[in-house]
């Protein structure tokens, strides 16, 4: 009789692992991903009077069909894109936001985004940039599923007053482990990604004037 009884409890140990495996089977799906920082309230009251205008990123990854993938502990895998399915423009909003609630010395400024080519009237600086890896992963495995987010932007500022510019290249990795995968963990990680990487830009130049140069 125990061991009968040891085998039931085998079996069904057996076909509970089988279930759960295909339960946690990817379908390809492609799910979207907000990874818009959020930007704290900025302290002064009056954004500074120098207009900044930004333009969408160009995308240069070798594969721009998505944002990255969860490869799935029972086969398969699902699909990620940002909000909207364009990085580009998500990574300029990310960038105009930080800088209207948080720019240098924490005072906010008159930062907008534009469409490439639009001519551009009234603008002190034009900040645009490449996008040369900007991915989000994540691959599941018994009792865990391991996050991995990883940036590299090109960032380009021109100075309209003396036609001179700046150039920052900005690369950040994160990785974290997680128990219950949901997509908010990849959210956030690639938010945080993101957010580092434009505080560290905006920590590498100052205005001077109306004009961003190196803080160097």
């Known amino acids: 009789m125990i061991a009968q009884g040891c085998r039931i409890v085998s079996q069904v140990c057996v076909a ?23 930007q704290p309230f900025v302290q002064s009251g009056q954004p500074e009077p120098l207009k900044i205008v930004i333009e969408p990123f ?23 894109t940002v909000s909207g399915g364009v990085p580009g423009v998500t990574i300029a909003e990310a960038l ?64 309209l007053a003396d036609d001179s510019s700046t150039v920052r290249n900005i690369q950040g990795e994160q990785t974290k482990l997680v128990f219950w995968f949901t997509s908010e963990d990849l959210e956030t990680l690639m938010s945080g990604l993101l957010q580092d990487g434009l505080d560290r830009f905006v920590a590498d130049t100052k205005i001077d004037g109306r004009v961003l140069k190196s803080a160097k």
Do not use: Y
């Open 16 to 38: 509970g692992g089988l279930a759960l495996l295909l339960g946690c089977a990817g379908t390809g799906e492609m799910v979207s991903l907000n990874v818009q920082p959020h």
């Open 58 to 80: 160009e995308d240069l990854r070798a594969d721009k069909s998505k944002l990255g993938q969860r490869t799935h502990l029972g086969g398969g895998v699902t699909n990620f």
């Open 96 to 159: 105009a936001e930080a800088l209207r609630w948080r720019g240098w010395n924490r005072r906010g400024w008159d930062a907008r985004v534009v469409q490439s080519g639009v001519e551009i009237s009234g603008a002190d600086i034009v900040i645009g940039g490449e996008i040369r890896e900007f991915a989000a992963n994540a691959k599941s495995r018994v009792f865990n599923t391991k996050l991995t987010g990883e940036s590299r932007l090109v960032i380009k500022a021109k100075n």
